[in-house]
């Protein structure tokens, strides 16, 4: 199997400044958003993704070659990495053409990995120019994330990296996912290429996978018909993306948003497709409230793809004890952990080490959530 055994690693590191920022506003990505995402009230999170990531690995040793600003510069800073050279001038506002020219750089500089902050249209653009040539890595930072080159939280990004040498390569997709057609609840995706990428098990995730078969409607059917008796009229329920929390919404006579985070309460929609503030304004009123969210396909992300709008203020006022996880057994059996990627690593942890998942009427299944951590004693291993 294929690793990277480099005598001396160069990592090519860059961040790009908006990835994610459409998450808690609702606007499913950035892409062509950036002004409404603003207007909307969003601000930056991608260097402090970034930064979590690096903190880990700032004693190693590695040679980080970068871009100015805050397209990689500002977050080696802030994790206190000195060993870096700035090779790409970006300006402040930049640009998917500036992420594809700070890549021909890279490779032009020789790195052994290139380790990216984004989402899947970042991996897109750094796929675009090295191809199958560098390896990639990908803190995730933006709102979906159904391309298979990212770690499954910046901690996970740093344990790959701190052991570079025992990481297997792997091809994985880069997905190109029509966004336009995402904030319309469509999801239309197309494999855009596969990467070279380094992986730990249980510290990459793998591609999204749809479940489309007859039993699997009718396990949905099952959930959503156990769902709507132990539903209470004087609480407020949040649902989260997905065909099973839609189907859950169906059977009470609700039309839901595929792809988006709904509110009802006594089998009435007070809300579609909330961003974070509509939600925050809900729970100001002190009301009882559950969080009902289903895992994505064979990812396992309980919350951290698509979720962002139920953010770490929403769930700590929401409470981790009163969120519902739903699955199909067969969605089940083909995801082999579940991950909780909020962005805030303390309250991650406060799910615990399983939850119980109703996946059929009256039936449970209790499933492991990893917590991926970090110990890089003596660094990589050359």
Known sequence: MERISDPCIRIGFLVNPIAGMGGRVALKGTDGQFAEAVRRGATPVSTNRATTALRPIRDLPLFFLTCSGEMGENALRESGIKDYRIICQCPSRSSAEDTRRACHDFMNEGVSLILFCGGDGTARDVFSVVEDHIPILGIPSGVKMYSAVFGVNPVACAEIVTHLNE??????EVVDVDEEAYRRGMLATRIFGFARVPVLPLKTQVGKQIFDEPDEELAKKAIAL?????LRDDTLYILGAGTTTAEIASNLGIEKTLLGIDVIK?????????????????????E?????VSPLGAQGFIFGRGTQTVSPVVLNQVGVENV???AT?????????????TGDEALDRA????????SGYRMGQRKRILHPTTSNQGGPKH
């Open 329 to 341: 057994p067969h969605k089940l059996a083909e995801t082999r952990m579940l991950y909780v990627d």
């Open 351 to 358: 799910f615990g080490d399983s939850v119980l998942v109703i």
């Open 288 to 292: 009882k409230a559950k969080i009902v």
């Open 266 to 286: 006594g089998k009435v929609l007070l809300a579609r497709d909330a961003d974070e503030r509509t939600l925050l304004s809900f729970l100001s009123h002190g």
């Open 226 to 230: 156990f769902f709507s008796e132990i």
């Open 167 to 172: 990481a297997v390569l792997r091809d994985s």
């Open 324 to 326: 519902i996880v739903v």
